[in-house]
C-alpha cells in the first residue's frame, strides 16, 4: 500500500489538473462571448462620449469603505484624505459605512483562529468597497478607490496633486489608472483610478462576475488581479485584427490552490507579469494606448505599502497593508498602535491630534 501512495497522488493531481484546464477553457468561452460588449465598450464613440453631469463637481470622487466600528481606529487617515482634497481643489472623499451585502451573503473560508486553535470564518466584507466604488462610478470624471489603511506623506501632500496620476482630460485611454509593479513587488489592488463610462462598467462586470468563485486566495484582491488580465485580453481581442493569444484563462489554473491545497502564488504571479509583458511591453518599458495605464512608483508611488522596500524616496500615498498595523503598546506606554507610531514618525508628530474621522463634527 504504501508503495500506491506515490502513484495514487500522480493520479489525483493529474485529473484535478485536468479539471482546472476545462474551467480554464468554460472561462475562456466565457469572456469570448463578451466580445461584442468589449468592441462597443472601446469604440472611439463610446469612449469619448460625454458626461456633462460630472461638471462643476471635483474632478475625482475618493471613494472609500469604512464600518463605523473602524472609524475611531483610521479617524486620522480619513482627516488626512479630507484635508489633502480640500486643499488641492480636485478630489473629494465619499464614505460608505453600511454593508452593501445582507448578514449571511458575503462570500467567507473557514480558517484556523490562532487564538482559540478551533475553526473560524473569515468574511469577505473587503468587497465593500468595490460595491461603494460601483456606486459612484459616474458620479465623477474618474473615481479613486482608496483603503482606509491608506494616507498621503507629508513630504507630497502639499506638492503633488492626485490629477498628477491621470492621463490629460482630453484622452480617451486608459480607463483604469494603477500602480505598475515590478515582478518582486505584490499585487495590490487599493489606490486604483478608474474612469465613469462602459469600459469601466466592463471592468467591474467581471470583477463581480467572481464574488463567489471558490478556492481564490484573498477574496476581492484575487480578483482583481485576474480581472486586470481578462479585461486587457478582452481590449485586445476586440481591437485587433489578428487572431489573438488569450492568456488570462491559462494563468487562472496557477491562482486556485492545487490538490494537496497548499498555496503559492508565485507560479500565478510570473504568469500575470508574462502576458501583461506581452500585452504592453516590460515593466518600465511599458507602450501605451491600452485601457489601463500603469504609473510607474518610480515616477509616482500611489500605492507603497511598507516592507522589504527603499522608503527613502516618500512615495505620494502609504499603505499600511496588513494586519500588524493594529499592533498595539501596552496601555501604560500609551497603548498607541503600530499605525499611529508610523503616522507620527512620517509627519514628524511628537503626538497625535485630535480627529474627527467619521464624526465630522467631532
Avoid at 26 to 36: D, F, G, Q, S
Avoid at 159 to 172: G, T
Avoid at 192 to 199: H, K, Q
Wanted: proline share 7%; net charge negative; charged share 25%.
Amino acid at each position: 500500500l504504501e508503495l500506491e501512495k506515490p502513484r495514487r497522488k500522480h493520479w489525483f493531481d493529474l485529473n484535478y489538473f485536468r479539471h482546472l484546464i476545462r474551467c480554464s477553457r468554460i472561462r475562456n468561452r466565457e469572456l469570448r462571448r463578451l466580445l461584442p460588449t468589449a468592441a462597443s465598450a472601446f469604440s472611439t464613440q463610446e469612449l469619448s462620449r460625454s458626461r456633462p453631469w460630472v461638471l462643476g463637481r471635483p474632478r475625482i470622487g475618493v471613494i472609500m469603505a469604512v464600518t463605523p466600528k473602524e472609524g475611531d481606529f483610521y479617524a486620522h487617515t480619513i482627516d488626512v484624505w479630507r484635508c489633502y482634497c480640500k486643499l488641492h481643489g480636485d478630489c473629494e472623499l465619499v464614505i460608505e459605512t453600511a454593508d452593501f451585502l445582507p448578514e449571511g451573503s458575503y462570500p467567507y473560508v473557514m480558517v484556523i483562529d490562532p487564538e482559540t486553535g478551533g475553526p473560524k470564518a473569515r468574511v469577505g466584507k473587503a468587497w465593500n468597497r468595490w460595491y461603494a466604488l460601483r456606486r459612484h462610478l459616474d458620479a465623477y470624471e474618474w473615481v479613486l478607490t482608496a483603503d482606509p489603511d491608506q494616507f498621503f506623506s507629508r513630504e507630497c501632500f502639499g506638492s503633488v496633486s492626485l490629477s498628477a496620476a491621470l492621463p490629460e482630460p482630453r484622452s480617451v485611454l486608459p480607463v483604469v489608472v494603477m500602480r505598475d509593479f515590478p515582478r518582486f513587488h505584490t499585487l495590490n489592488s487599493a489606490g486604483v483610478f478608474f474612469r465613469g463610462g462602459a469600459a469601466s462598467r466592463l471592468f467591474l462586470d467581471l470583477l463581480f462576475h467572481k464574488v463567489y468563485w471558490e478556492g481564490l486566495p484573498d477574496f476581492d484582491q484575487s480578483a482583481w488581479d485576474h480581472t486586470v488580465l481578462e479585461f486587457m485580453d478582452l481590449w485586445a481581442a476586440a481591437t485587433s485584427a489578428e487572431d489573438h493569444h488569450w492568456g488570462s484563462p491559462w494563468c487562472l489554473t496557477m491562482q486556485v490552490p492545487p490538490f494537496d491545497n497548499s498555496m503559492s502564488l508565485e507560479g500565478y504571479v510570473k504568469c500575470w507579469h508574462d502576458h501583461m509583458d506581452e500585452l504592453v511591453g516590460p515593466f518600465g518599458e511599458r507602450r501605451g494606448g491600452a485601457p489601463v495605464g500603469l504609473v510607474h512608483p518610480g515616477k509616482m508611488d500611489i500605492d507603497f505599502v511598507p516592507g522589504a522596500r527603499n522608503a527613502d524616496d516618500a512615495p505620494l500615498i502609504w499603505h499600511l497593508a496588513g494586519r500588524d498595523k493594529f499592533l498595539r503598546d501596552r496601555a501604560e506606554n500609551g497603548g498607541l498602535s503600530v499605525m499611529d507610531h508610523f503616522m507620527m514618525r512620517d509627519w514628524g508628530f511628537t503626538a497625535l491630534p485630535e480627529a474627527a474621522g467619521l464624526n465630522l463634527d467631532g
